[in-house]
């Protein structure tokens, strides 16, 4: 094993060690003193609220580190396939880390956040990412992959507002609504004709051959089973935020002819 590859190991056990300790002592001493509400939910809402105040954290980071190699990283944008991978695996093994923590979570608190869906869509995510870390294969696409994790610091603050009470037609929450519809939408979404036609770009060249048949298999497996999860997603998202809308529009308009009235 050489240096590196033990460097990103090191990356994601310490990446996995820092979630868990977020998790159980951060998360839980730091929303207590900024949010009063936090003492006031259900064991299993404080389970789900320091669960997702770790995933918006990752979000965050991992977020912008993807966004600036897609900027930046020459190497990685002009072969998508052989590309050196070096940041994309330190990015993919703070990932890693996260993402074997938060399946350990969900195992041991199933009662209060197990979701069949998290589990398959994380499994996914490590299996295609074993080939990213073990042989440095596909790293552009490993990274356009994380571009997802912009959307998931709304999805997170939507369920922040819900559990703390506030109406589903208060401005913040309108307001987040929105902004989670609209970023889900084009990070996850709208980014899919991009995402598969560089895909198809790469199809059947030398260095697409060079790829084993099980990196092959598991980037468009994984790719295929990760966009179908989103796409569910997004209907309810877009579903929820419709309702949402039409609500706030009926309660507006009742208030008017009330103020009339009187």
């Given amino acids: 094993m050489d240096a590196f590859t033990q460097l990103i190991l090191l990356i994601a056990v310490v990446s996995f060690c820092t979630f868990q300790w977020l998790f159980h002592s951060v998360s839980p001493w730091v929303s207590s003193r900024i949010s009063p509400g936090f003492l006031k939910l259900s064991h299993k809402q404080q ?42 695996k330190i990015n993919v093994g703070i990932t890693t880390g996260y993402l074997i923590s938060d399946l350990l979570l969900i195992f041991y608190y199933w009662r209060a956040i ?25 790293p552009y696409f490993a ?31 309108i307001a987040n609504g929105v902004l989670m519809a609209a970023v889900f939408f084009m990070v996850r979404i ?13 199809y059947g060249t030398e260095a697409f051959y060079r790829v084993s048949f099980g990196g092959r298999s598991a980037w468009i497996f994984s790719s295929i089973c990760l966009d179908i999860m989103n796409i569910m997603w997004m209907h309810k998202i877009a579903r929820g935020c419709y309702k949402v809308l039409r609500s706030s529009q009926r309660l507006k308009a009742q208030t008017q002819e009330n103020g009339k009235t009187d």
């Avoid at 869509?121 to 074993?130: D, M, Q, R």
């Avoid at 992959?145 to 703390?164: D, G, H, K, M, Y």
């Avoid at 709208?190 to 790469?202: L, Q």
């Fill in 114 to 138: 197990g979701d069949k869906f998290f589990v398959v869509h994380h499994l996914a995510a490590l299996y295609a990412y074993y080939y990213v870390l073990g042989q440095g294969m596909l």
């Fill in 190 to 202: 709208a980014v899919m004709p991009v995402y598969y036609s560089r895909m198809y770009s790469v």
């Fill in 47 to 88: 389970i789900e609220w320091n669960s997702r105040t770790v995933s918006t954290l990752h979000a965050i980071l991992v977020g912008l580190f993807c966004l600036y190699i897609l900027c930046f990283d020459e190497a990685v944008n002009q072969d998508p396939v052989w590309g050196d991978p070096t940041l994309v």
């Fill in 143 to 173: 990274n356009f992959r994380l571009l997802a994790e912009f959307s998931t610091p709304c999805v997170n603050q939507r369920w922040f507002f819900e559990v703390l009470g506030y109406p589903k037609t208060s401005r913040p929450n």
